[in-house]
């Protein structure tokens, strides 16, 4: 996620100040949102926060009926909605519901001598996992991988021609799906924000990870009324990382089934794994570039009384892991070691290491250190992306590969199936819960690199593979595998493109595009891959319709003359509609490659580099798959994946088995 597009703004400014702030009445309210959504003993912080009154007594809380009161520890003086009023907070760490149904939070408390209320209906859903019934979970996230992006990784992987010319894509059919077409439940996912329609991965995750909604930037956290000092000041950093603490702290799945049922858990990402989607499943912090904080609740997790919340984690990122990088100069990856967790740096190492716990942090900086803000690091090192470790030639407009100090950097489905094996493996025979992201979709997709998008994409669904062949062999059909995106982001599919590689790799050609308008001077650079990439910024000139505001050549500008036939369009540089993609796979790697004769490249077009607030795809597989059919919002994800391991879903598993596997219509390919 691109942290450009999440900086305060007017309308965070709005979101963050409620309107009792602007009333000079003394008021309280309990900072739960509405439609507060939990599972049965899910910890959670219950906030009050009271405004305008020197002075508070008799507090009085009910929950249900039952007496909470002395849960909560006494008053204390506040700043809320950064003005001069006297405030005050008062709170209940990490409390529970321990049955189901509707719990009426009631709360009053003398402010200046005249009593106020507030009011809260929490719905708390039922979970005990079954008498012999321990489901393992894999929750696969394709960052900002919307519809068109799966279709890309579609249209490039699985339209291979082969040595006898025949193309696995014929007639709009194909032979072979992708892994994540394959799962037989499929279903739609909604991605708002409590502050806006086009969110981040850190309040996206947010949603899927505890079941409740929160504002951009948000790690498993709540909004509250010191949040003016940094989220409306763009001041993020020591001075204000008391305000960036202090939010109400909702519990994840992945410290929910460890702390109740000693469920396994890992994480594994291509970013650096502090930051935003990996850091939803084990860290609670309102900002989600606390980098220092989210690796230190790592090792020290707040809902385990300070145990490490995984047992497996792969990725990128190690700098705020090493002293050099920490201000407390705390050596976190000593301390995993001193626990027993074999720490690797490299594919070869991974490739040998067992468990019972294993820390990989396969990137990071020559030299780490803390940021001048003091809550980060200097540098966010991620892993390189899939056409880099390849070792595929960029098109002229993306930046050349650079693996640097880390040329043996593990593939994703690689690091899928050790963190698996890993987990699965415990003398215990505890079930597990697994996330693996692919992070690099948007982050190639936020600078509109096309050919990064679609093979990192296609990387994932190798992963998706290596967890479906496990799954598969398993005597009891015991795991569920989701695979969903955080968000989406702006890429559509717009045709096939017949660049020559002349043209298509050619660095040192090039035009500059300028345009002048009230909003102030703009340029773009048109390499020899505009084509089959038209990235944001770009003109394109649609005449296929009666659009008034545009004219001349049609299509994108070109740092080559396109060229047209009116008897094949299919050869045509670019093509709208006409022609199917053609590649060819490279036999020792299993991916496709971006060169050579005969290659007719997948179009795409950008629109902007930045998220959207479009709907992504969810698909399922395995028991209790059923449950992520039709449209949902994002935080029935998570009750949904609750739902699947703690109920008796058989009967339903049978339905769907003869579905997909009796009499009625499957689709080609899959």
């Known amino acids: 996620m691109n942290l450009k597009r999440a900086l305060p703004g007017v309308l965070m400014v709005l979101a963050c100040m409620p309107a009792f702030a602007q009333s000079s009445a003394p008021s309280v309210r309990i900072l739960l949102p509405e439609h507060t959504r939990l599972l ?303 720490y690797v740096t490299t594919a070869s190492q991974l490739k040998n290491v067992y468990g019972p716990s294993v820390l990989g942090l396969f990137k990071g900086s020559a030299s780490p250190a803390p940021a001048s803000n003091g809550i980060a690091t200097a540098s966010d090192v991620n892993m390189d992306v899939a056409y880099d470790k390849l070792g595929l030639t960029r098109p002229a407009s993306e930046p050349t590969a650079n693996l640097g100090a880390y040329p043996d950097q593990p593939m994703l489905d690689v690091m899928t199936q050790k963190a698996i094996d890993v987990l699965a493996g415990s003398f215990t025979q505890a079930p597990f819960i697994l996330m693996v992201e692919a992070a690099s979709i948007d982050k190639q997709s936020h600078p509109n690199q096309a050919a990064g998008v679609f093979w990192d994409t296609i990387e994932f669904d190798k992963s998706i593979g290596a967890a479906r062949a496990w799954a598969a062999k398993r005597s009891l059909k015991d795991t569920l595998i989701v695979v969903t995106a955080d968000h989406d982001q702006s890429m559509h599919i717009i045709g096939v493109s017949n660049t020559p590689d002349s043209e298509y790799f050619d660095r040192t050609k090039s035009e500059k595009i300028s345009y002048t308008t009230s909003h102030g001077d703009q340029n773009f650079t048109v390499w020899g891959d505009a084509y089959s990439n038209a990235r944001a910024g770009l003109p394109f000139i649609n005449t296929s319709t009666t659009a008034s505001n545009n004219g001349g050549a049609a299509g994108m500008p070109g740092s080559f003359a396109s060229t047209d036939s009116t008897s094949d369009p299919a050869s045509s540089t670019y093509s709208t509609y006409s022609g199917l993609t053609a590649y060819k796979l490279d036999a020792a790697t299993g991916y496709p490659v971006n060169s050579g004769t005969g290659l007719r490249r997948l179009a795409v077009g950008f629109r902007t580099g930045d998220h959207t607030g479009s709907s992504v795809p969810v698909t399922a597989e395995g028991p209790g798959a059923f449950l992520f059919t039709g449209y949902m919002d994002q935080t029935d994800i998570f009750f949904k994946i609750a739902a699947a391991v703690s109920s008796d879903t058989s009967e339903a598993d049978k339905l769907l088995d003869l579905l997909v596997n009796g009499k009625y219509p499957k689709t080609v390919g899959k």
């Open 40 to 342: 049965e003993k899910q910890q959670v912080d219950i906030v009050l926060e009271v405004r305008n009154a020197t002075a508070v007594s008799g507090l009085k809380v009910l929950a249900g009926g039952v007496d909470w009161t002395s849960r909560f520890k006494a008053p204390v003086k506040a700043a809320l909605d950064c003005d001069t009023s006297s405030d005050w907070v008062v709170r209940a760490d990490l409390q529970s519901f321990p049955t189901p149904g509707q719990v009426k939070l009631e709360v009053s408390i003398a402010a200046d001598g005249t009593t106020v209320t507030d009011t809260r209906t929490v719905e708390v859903r039922e979970f005990k996992l079954p008498d012999g019934q321990a489901r393992n979970i894999i929750l696969f996230i394709g960052d900002a991988m919307g519809t068109s992006y799966r279709d890309a990784a579609r249209l490039v992987s699985r339209a291979i021609v082969d040595a006898n010319g025949k193309n696995s894509f014929r007639d709009g059919y194909f032979d072979d799906l992708l892994q994540m077409d394959k799962m037989p439940v499929s279903g739609m996912s909604m991605t708002y924000g409590t502050d806006s329609i086009v969110p981040d991965s850190a309040n996206t995750g947010t949603a899927w990870a505890t079941g409740n909604k929160s504002f951009l930037n948000a790690v498993n956290s709540l909004g509250d009324g010191t949040d003016c000092a940094w989220r409306t000041t763009g001041l993020t950093n020591v001075a204000t990382l008391p305000y960036m603490t202090d939010n109400p702290r909702v519990e994840n799945l992945w410290q929910y089934l460890k702390r109740r049922y000693s469920y396994r858990t890992g994480i594994v990402s291509t970013a650096a794994i502090t930051d935003a989607t990996p850091a939803v499943e084990g860290a609670y912090v309102a900002y989600r570039q606390m980098r220092l904080e989210i690796a230190r609740q790592y090792r020290e997790n707040p809902m385990l009384n300070g145990r490490p919340a995984f047992d497996v984690i792969l990725g990128g990122g190690a700098d705020p892991f090493t002293a050099a990088g920490r201000t407390d100069k705390r050596d976190l990856i000593g301390e995993f070691q001193a626990l027993g967790y074999n």
